[in-house]
């Protein structure tokens, strides 16, 4: 039998930049489009659209084309910059299937740059939790920190 805690992801990188930088990195749009590609071979499909307010919300859809598209709206339920950050997160993928997550990001200093960290809870089975921790956020993390490293 599962457990709530069963089906929450916990994840981090230490990134090369302050806690502003990545928190900003994280939370812009403009940088976003940047870094949700950088590491892409052939461009795909990028639209972000982010309202930083609690209450406000975070609107992202990627692809590799237009059939075949990704989207997820986070509304930010507390935003402590730049430290914490909590979103609901509604997303679907070009199935259609939808899922919704409670995400807690926390930026935290530490030697070398910012301890970047996340507690994604809510997840409908463990094989889905466990594809987000070895792909989504581990791919997050890569191109966040590719960002950073360029910026």
Do not use: C
């Amino acid at each position: 039998m599962s457990t709530d805690t069963d089906l929450e992801l916990r994840a981090s990188r230490l990134l090369p930049a302050t806690p502003d930088e990545v928190f900003d990195a994280y939370t812009d749009a403009d940088k976003q489009r940047i870094w949700f590609s950088i590491l892409d071979t052939e461009p795909g499909v990028v639209e972000i659209e982010v309202d930083l307010r609690v209450g406000g919300r975070q609107v992202a859809v990627w692809g590799p084309n237009r059939d075949e598209l990704f989207r997820e709206t986070q509304t930010f339920l507390e935003i402590d910059r730049p430290h914490r950050l909590v979103t609901e997160s509604v997303g679907s993928d070009p199935t259609g299937a939808t899922m919704t997550t409670r995400v807690v990001v926390t930026f935290e200093a530490a030697e070398g740059g910012t301890l970047m960290s996340v507690v994604q809870s809510g997840f409908p089975d463990a094989g889905t939790r466990d594809f987000f921790a070895e792909h989504a956020w581990s791919g997050a993390f890569d191109r966040i920190a590719a960002y950073l490293a360029g910026a």
